[in-house]
T-cell receptor
Framework: DAKTTQPTSMDCAEGRAANLPCNHSTISGNEYVYWYRQIHSQGPQYIIHGLKNNETNEMASLIITEDRKSSTLILPHATLRDTAVYYCIVRDTSGTYKYIFGTGTRLKVLA | EPEVTQTPSHQVTQMGQEVILRCVPISNHLYFYWYRQILGQKVEFLVSFYNNEISEKSEIFDDQFSVERPDGSNFTLKIRSTKLEDSAMYFC?????????????FGPGTRLTVL
């Protein structure tokens, strides 16, 4: 089973920041948090990952709480093309580091 | 930017036929994976492959499935005798050293339709 819980769906106005929350209360010390998104039935697209520090790249920012039990993905200026299912994944480090996907958050960016 | 490629993009087959799905992982990656996604459902892990052998497989990956890296660049998934329920998107992924934090990168997928 996935180690994360996310809201099923969210809406965001175009041009505004989209803040997508994720709970991962059972995360262990060496487990990273990864965010991917999937547009229609395309392959999951890597967005960002982090261990305990906040991270930023050209796509998004990742804010991880100090206790690491939750995180938030921020898309600073959402566009219509950001409409997708967003997955928060805590990677399995016990074996081959496979991903266990949950159902994700379906983000709809509204014009 | 390097990417994972998959062929074909869409495969239609008759029930009971064998299919081979092909993937070219990113060239300096060492870990290879197959996932599948039945329409409207979650992405599910099938198998991981490292150092020319299967390192982990899920319950879905039964005797009808096999994987191979025949020539050092391609990574294939074979389904020996397809069933209707094998209809799904199949995604290949690869990564360098996943334990150190780098990510897996996914291909665009192959849509398998079993009639």
């Amino acid at each position: 089973d996935a180690k994360t819980t996310q809201p099923t769906s969210m809406d965001c106005a175009e041009g505004r920041a989209a803040n997508l929350p994720c709970n991962h209360s059972t995360i262990s010390g060496n487990e990273y948090v990864y965010w991917y998104r999937q547009i229609h039935s395309q392959g999951p697209q890597y967005i960002i990952h982090g261990l305990k520090n906040n991270e930023t790249n050209e796509m998004a920012s990742l804010i991880i709480t100090e206790d690491r039990k939750s995180s938030t993905l921020i898309l600073p200026h959402a566009t219509l093309r950001d409409t997708a299912v967003y997955y928060c994944i805590v990677r399995d480090t016990s074996g081959t580091y496979k991903y266990i996907f949950g159902t994700g958050t379906r983000l709809k960016v509204l014009a | 930017e390097p990417e994972v490629t998959q062929t074909p993009s869409h495969q239609v087959t008759q029930m009971g036929q064998e299919v081979i799905l092909r993937c070219v992982p990113i060239s300096n990656h060492l870990y290879f994976y197959w996932y599948r996604q039945i329409l409207g459902q979650k992405v599910e892990f099938l198998v991981s492959f490292y150092n020319n052998e299967i390192s982990e497989k899920s319950e879905i990956f039964d005797d009808q499935f096999s994987v191979e890296r025949p020539d050092g660049s391609n990574f294939t998934l074979k389904i020996r005798s397809t069933k209707l329920e094998d209809s799904a998107m199949y995604f290949c992924a690869s990564s360098r050293q996943p334990g150190q934090g780098p990510s897996s990168f996914f291909g665009p997928g192959t849509r398998l339709t079993v009639l």
